[in-house]
């Protein structure tokens, strides 16, 4: 029998031994194999769920493999299913979280995709395992459904895709960050109908050695196969420089970006011979639009012809009512159209892609031809966005890479980048959203700070 002074002590310490196995459960974890941690991040219990997502975070890849080996034959059977039960289904629901939160990226079920948040970690990574970084700069977080427009495409026709996701996983270390979040609008109907989307913005990424530095860079959205072999180039640029040091490794760039731009402007010759209209790549650059202290956000959005498919009909609801800027840059012209054409085979979307896009539609049937012309316009959109964006947006990084400024600060070549070349520079807090000669009837125009 305890005595009075003992069972005093007994009760003192009743709460810690209550508060022990909480104390315990991360070192536990730690222990924990794998694909323990992968059975536990599915868990009903949310505390339980959540610490076991964190550990299986902490691990990198491997963490994210452990899942997917896990639950294999549930992704499987799961994404057999109509994409309405999928939309409905708990454990559909569970699992692609989970999925979402150890990878850093949203549908990362059709990716497989783990991205370091952490260029320092990402630079570890790619010292160990001997491979160039893929750096991705985006408006808003690439694990968020409203990210910017570009980067959720990145999502579909890029990331989904078999290929390319296979060159990503095994050739590359994985890195994003948000450069600043994506302005999101929601018109409401008023009868419990809203349509919510992102306006403006643009992504970038850019091919670093293992040490952060600069080597090339892919702007803004380009077809599979051609996006592919860009990454393909750059990845054996990096492995060549790689082996040189100080003076010699800059000679080598600045060389590398000089046939680049030759090479494209070769290139843009042979595809304006086929479509009868000679520009050369130097008057293209030229007729870009040019920078004031705050580009519109119409200025800005015929840059990327996907993005502004999505995002026009917004722009001028909201008061964005400038034209955009300078033929044959336009992105509707018929200029491009016709190059694009010539290379439609870049944008052809595979079967990874095409299913995430009919999950994204769980209300349409797959046989609905409504599904195919979304496809079908998306493929033409892709075909536009990756020949402007080469010729235009690749050469000018080409001619900027080629003086040697920036091989060495990828931050700075991004400043420049959102600035310059996407015209949404970091001093115009409102991305040329904001006019101010436009009047509302609302006070202050709506907006409030």
Known sequence: MLTRP????????????????ILVMP?????ATPGALARRAMSENSAESAAAIAALRDLGPAGLEALFATYRDRIAALSAEPAASRASS?????LT????????QKD????????YTDLEKAKAAAKLAGKPILSLRLLGNLDEEFSCANSRFFRTALFANTEVSAALRDRFILHWKSVRPAPRVTIDFGDGRKIETTVTGNSIHY???PDGRPVDAIPGLYGPKAFLKELLRAEAVCRTSAALAGPQREASLRSYHQARLSAISEELQADQKAVFAPLSLAELLAEQPVVGTAPSAATAAPLAASKAAVERKTLRSIGSSAAPVGPPAAADSEYWQKIAA????DAKLDAGSIALIRAHYPAIDRSDPALSRIIQNFERSIALDTVRNEYLMHATLHRWLATGRFNADVERLNEEVYSRLFLTPRSDPWLGLVTTDTYTGIVN?????
């Open 6 to 21: 003992n069972r005093f002590i007994s009760l003192l310490m009743l709460p810690f031994l209550v508060v022990l196995p």
């Open 27 to 31: 070192a536990t974890l730690m222990a």
């Open 90 to 94: 708990p454990e559909w629901l569970r």
């Open 97 to 104: 979280a989970a999925l979402d939160a150890v990878s850093r």
């Open 108 to 115: 990362s079920v059709a990716s497989r995709l783990y991205w």
């Open 207 to 209: 091919i670093l050695d």
């Open 342 to 345: 010539l290379h439609a085979g």
């Open 445 to 449: 125009n709506g907006i409030s700070k």
